[in-house]
């Protein structure tokens, strides 16, 4: 079954807004891992956050980790046309595998 | 992309027809990885593999099986397709050198009629 749950589904905002997406888990993880996908191609990596670390930046990404409540959070900054896409959490509970959530499709508006 | 490719890119079927599915890496990557993507549900893992000849289930493995014979091949096999197998299949793999993160291909649209 899958680890991961994102919300919202979807999200629409406006260019120059920043998103923000959560994921919850169930089971203990090693690190969590946010992806992007955009329409018709493959997974992109984008940031990974690992189980003793709280919170980490990565351009306009910022992410952050709650192991007590399982859960994390993905907050786009500033956003453009081009983030357009689907954003997906994968939680890595050290067995080589990911559980992908079924993830959050972003619309952002000109 | 990480050197994977994905062959065919686009396949029309019927059921009850074997198809077979070529992922393809040039780095040398153990791990390799084949996930279904339906909406709703995200990415599936179908099968995985960490090294040649040595594969394992992932959690939608049924109706499905997989070969690696060699290092950069990694096949995906539907021995006789059903409509519910109509999905965009994706190849994976994971990073060499300690990284976790994965790496993916361009994705197989696959229908099966």
């Known amino acids: 079954s899958q680890q991961g749950e994102e919300d919202p589904q979807a999200l629409s905002i406006q260019e120059g807004e920043n998103a923000t997406m959560n994921c919850s888990y169930k089971t203990s993880i090693n690190n969590l891992q946010w992806y992007r996908q955009n329409s018709g191609r493959g997974l992109v990596h984008l940031i990974l956050?690992?189980?003793?670390?709280r919170e980490k930046h990565s351009g306009r990404l910022r992410v952050t980790l709650d192991t007590s409540k399982k859960s994390s959070s993905l907050l786009i900054t500033a956003s453009r046309a081009a983030d357009t896409a689907s954003y997906f959490c994968a939680t890595d509970a050290d067995d080589y595998k990911l559980s992908f959530g079924a993830g959050t499709t972003v619309t952002v508006r000109a | 992309d990480a050197g994977i490719t994905q062959s065919p890119r686009h396949k029309v079927t019927e059921t009850g027809t074997p198809v077979t599915l070529r992922c393809h890496q040039t780095e040398n990557h153990r791990y390799m990885y084949w996930y279904r993507q339906d909406p709703g549900h995200g990415l599936r893992l179908i099968h995985y593999?960490?090294?040649?000849?040595?594969?394992d289930k992932g959690e939608v493995s049924d109706g499905y099986s997989v070969s690696r014979s060699k290092t950069e091949d990694f096949l995906l096999t539907l021995e006789s397709a059903t409509s519910s197998q109509t999905s965009v299949y994706f190849c994976?793999?994971?990073?060499?050198?300690?990284?976790?993160?994965?790496?993916f291909g361009p994705g197989t649209r696959l229908l099966v009629l």
């Open positions: 593999s960490y090294g040649v000849k040595d594969t």
């Open positions: 956050i690992r189980s003793n670390e």
């Open positions: 994976a793999i994971r990073a060499q050198g300690g990284g976790e993160t994965q790496y």
